[in-house]
């Protein structure tokens, strides 16, 4: 699943938001569901790594406000690629 084309949940103002609240306030299976995280990302660096890129386009490196949640993409990115 594409984590970009995926509607926006009607909960959330927009993408960022909601992709901010999975990254940064859920965990486990659940954060793995809404983010597309699967198996193979964990196999693949190439994957991991256009996983990574496709939910990153919405954040903006130099924003302190993006700061929590690219640091947290990072470190999950990380994880799935340290094999």
Not at 44 to 61: E, L, N, Y
Not at 70 to 78: P, Q, R, T, V
Request: aromatic content about 8%; proline content about 5%; overall charge positive.
């Amino acid at each position: 699943m594409s984590t970009s084309s995926k509607p926006v949940d009607p909960a959330f103002v927009n993408r960022k938001e909601e992709l901010r609240f999975y990254l940064l306030k859920l965990d486990g299976a659940q954060r793995c569901d809404h983010l597309g995280i699967t198996e193979d990302l964990y196999e693949s660096k190439r994957k991991a790594t256009a996983w990574r890129d496709r939910i990153a386009k919405h954040f903006v490196d130099g924003d302190p406000n993006d700061q929590p949640a690219l640091a947290k993409l990072k470190d999950m990115h990380k994880t799935m690629t340290d094999f």
